[in-house]
């Protein structure tokens, strides 16, 4: 693999678990904010790329990076952050948690690996698809042993799973392309999340902006952090892993989200450990240490 980036492999991969890792807590967040103050998956996503723009455009002044902007590019990665992020909370509304985690992030990794062996020629070999096996089947026990329930409208539930997987493809492999080219996809991403955020308005006007109950200061404080922890930090260290990770190994190392739920919910929502949920994590924890070494080697 050629790249243009002085980013060792290994710290890649450790950007992409934090990014995963935060990508986690973000979920607990958003879903204490449905809970309690009324708001729904379209305005929490809006001010989720509202709140990530501004503090993106802060990092950037203070580190004085230099924004690339490439119309197209910035177009397509803006409206693929909008579809997939809100297009998730849409199906764990109709489909429930376990289907929505499952199908989104399970035929995320296989939607990627075939675009990227098509578009960029990325191979795993046979460990790495073994290990990517291994990982599908860790999410599967993980969800499943949570016991989550199923939504109202099953169908419609998997139908915007699937759109959210294909969001997160796109976005994946284009922001790895240009990475790997030496473009700096980083760079991009406060106006991609302009881009993201601007779509998202119109709907979020008609949903309701602002929160209807609970404790609006509450509110406000969960809203800010998915802003600065899950958004504008997750986002900009997992662009820039993707500049020397590959994109399928990149989309298992961040199944690393789930069991940092689950773990939440073992240890501060006091929801129980099941053998299925252990099973899963020791799969998934496997999987990623397994692709974290064939890419090293690599």
């Known amino acids: 693999m050629n790249t243009n980036t002085t980013l060792p492999v290994g710290r890649g991969i450790f950007y992409i ?3 995963a890792a935060a990508w986690g807590t973000g979920g ?11 708001m729904g998956a379209i305005a929490v996503s809006f001010w989720r790329f509202a709140g990530g723009v501004v503090v993106l455009a802060i990092g950037h002044r203070v580190l004085r990076l230099r924004t690339v902007w ?9 409206v693929g952050l909008a579809v997939y992020q809100t297009a998730y909370f849409a199906a764990v509304g109709y489909a429930g948690l376990a289907v929505a985690t499952v199908v989104t992030l399970g035929s995320g990794p296989i939607l990627i690996a ?5 578009t960029l020629g990325e191979e795993l070999g046979r460990g790495g698809v073994v290990a990517v096996g291994l990982a599908l089947l860790g999410l599967v026990l993980l969800v499943a042993g949570g016991g989550a329930a199923a939504g109202a409208a099953p169908a419609l539930g998997l139908a915007c799973a699937l759109l959210s997987a294909g969001g997160y493809a796109v976005v994946t492999l284009l922001t790895r392309r240009t990475g790997r080219a030496g473009g700096s996809a980083a760079s991009m991403l406060t106006a991609s999340f302009a881009v993201g955020m601007v779509c998202l308005f119109p709907l979020a006007m008609l949903e309701g902006l602002l929160p209807s109950s ?10 800010a952090y998915l802003a600065a922890g899950p958004t504008a930090l997750a986002y900009a260290l997992f662009f820039a892993g993707l500049a020397v ?5 990149a989309s298992i190392v961040a199944l690393i989200e789930p069991l940092t739920a689950a773990v939440i919910a073992v240890f501060w929502l006091d929801e129980r450990l099941t053998a299925a949920t252990a099973v899963g994590s020791a799969l998934l924890v496997g999987a990623v240490l397994a692709l974290t070494g064939y890419e090293r080697r690599r």
């Open 17 to 19: 678990l934090i990014a």
């Open 28 to 38: 607990a967040a958003a879903a204490v904010l449905f809970e309690h103050s009324g």
């Open 214 to 223: 609970g404790n609006r200061g509450e509110a406000l404080g969960l809203l």
């Open 70 to 78: 490439r119309s197209r590019q910035v177009l397509i990665t803006g």
């Open 114 to 118: 075939v675009g990227a062996r098509i």
């Open 245 to 249: 990770v590959q994109a399928t190994t």
